[in-house]
């Protein structure tokens, strides 16, 4: 199976790779800081190496990824969707290979090319090594490359600029779980949790988009096709349709579900306005629904509080909030529910997992655990998250956003569980189309 884009599009992803992704970035006094990439950009061209600094980068690659379909949600159609990915080239070998870590962000936001290339791949690459490392000298911390990539960023106005600090935030940690030589779940655990990574994550199938041609059968036979492949709970969209055609889609897919309510949950994406979103969680609460995702706009933390006022269901909201602070406003004047709400923030979309643990620290402070915690996207980085830091599970997306969308091509799905590779890193290599696209970038 090739990636699904045209040759037009893969010819501008390719020559965008080839050329050395990075620009150069224009100096006050007219000269040049940093190479481009492909050219071996080299990490410290600035300054020698700090004491005890072993490792270097010595290249930063970034390229478009189309992963567009003909689904829509109750926003927007993802005919023109596509995310970046991004390649960290380590001087570390193994194998007579460098080691290099990927990461792209996450699934449902587009690409962020011009914010990495002109901003924050060049802080990384002008960063000495002794800025981006840990104590050894011989693995990255990316919490100094946080800092790093952040200089010179004012707070606040988090949207586009924290989905490309994302996509490194997820190379760099994929690159130093390969340099510790253990899955990323582990590497987690040991450096920010317990050290007891749980074997097995939590999955939810997200899907039931509103498509063309796409009716009430078609959606059971979606859903039921899930169930096959080892899910116990699934997701659809809803908002998209008036209210009783949404009604109908929701009982059919509890027909498939033999009517077990909290094996679906349903997303909104935002769409309602106050009046709206209590009209469905009128006619969602009978159902008993695991969840109500997304009523209303995710930084109307006031309707969101009405909602919660109204509704004794469970709400899910947070892929939209893209910092501590926001989800700090969401806990604050949201009138959310500890007991029962669902927390999907992004950490691929947030920041990293930098961010994502400062939102963890916030949560806790008020007396939201990680069980509450299932992340948005879909992604492999999240499951090993989640693994490590004992979140309540993940996102997937079986039949969506190719290539970038699913786990690894070997994923067995038992009893709505994902079983974690021991494949060092975050496991892209176990994808292949995906790993082929990362591939591309270097090679
Ligand atoms: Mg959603």
Redo the contacts with the bound molecule.
């Keep these: 199976m090739s990636i699904p884009i045209d040759a037009e599009a893969m010819r501008c992803y390719g020559a965008a790779a080839r050329a050395g992704p990075i620009a150069r970035p224009e100096r006050g006094d007219g000269t040049t800081a940093g190479r481009a990439a492909g050219t071996a950009a080299v990490s410290g061209e600035h300054s020698g190496p700090g004491k005890g600094a072993h490792m270097r980068i010595v290249a930063v690659h970034d390229g478009i990824l189309p992963i567009s379909s003909s689904i829509r949600n109750a926003w927007i159609d993802f005919n023109q969707m596509d995310c970046s990915i991004v390649a960290v080239v380590s001087d570390v070998v193994r194998d007579h290979k460098p080691l290099v870590g990927y990461g792209f962000n996450s699934n449902g936001r587009y690409g962020q090319q011009d914010i990495l290339r002109r901003r924050m791949i060049p802080r990384l690459l002008a960063a000495a090594p002794g800025d981006l490392l840990d104590e050894t000298g011989e693995n990255l911390d990316p919490t100094k490359a946080w800092d790093v990539m952040m200089t010179n960023e004012k707070p606040g106005g988090h949207g586009e600029r924290s989905v490309a600090v994302g996509v490194l935030d997820m190379a760099l940690f994929d690159l130093a779980a390969k340099i510790a030589s253990v899955p990323l779940a582990r590497l987690v655990a040991d450096r920010y949790g317990d050290g007891t990574p749980d074997a097995r994550v939590a999955v939810y199938a997200a899907g039931g988009y509103y498509q063309p041609n796409k009716g009430v059968r078609e959606l059971q036979d979606e859903m039921q096709g899930f169930l096959d492949a080892g899910y116990v709970r699934v997701k659809i969209k809803i908002g998209g349709a008036p209210l009783a055609d949404d009604l109908a889609r929701i009982e059919a897919v509890l027909h498939v579900l033999g009517g077990n309510g909290d094996a679906l949950a349903v997303?909104a994406?935002g769409r309602f306005d106050l009046d709206t979103a209590l009209e469905y969680a009128n006619a969602l609460e009978p159902y008993g629904l695991a969840w109500y995702?997304?009523p209303s706009d995710p930084l109307d933390y006031a309707t969101h509080a009405e909602i919660a006022a109204r509704y004794r269901g469970a709400l899910a909201t947070g892929?939209n909030l893209f910092s501590h602070q926001d989800a700090r406003n969401l806990v604050r004047y949201g009138n959310v529910r500890s007991d029962r709400d669902i927390f999907?923030f992004d950490p691929a979309l947030s920041y990293g997992l930098v961010e994502y643990r400062r939102t963890l620290a916030m949560l806790g402070e008020h007396g939201i655990t990680p069980q509450r915690c299932i992340p948005?996207g879909g992604h492999q980085f999240a499951v090993h998250l989640a693994a490590a830091l004992h979140l309540g599970g993940n996102e997937s997306y079986p039949n969506e956003f190719f290539p970038a969308g699913g786990f690894a091509d070997n994923a067995v799905i038992d009893n709505g569980l994902l079983a974690l590779s021991s494949t060092p890193g975050i496991g892209i290599e176990e994808k292949a189309e995906l790993y082929r696209a990362m591939r591309a970038l270097h090679d």
Excluded: C, F, V
């Design positions: 997303d994406n995702e997304e892929e999907q948005h």
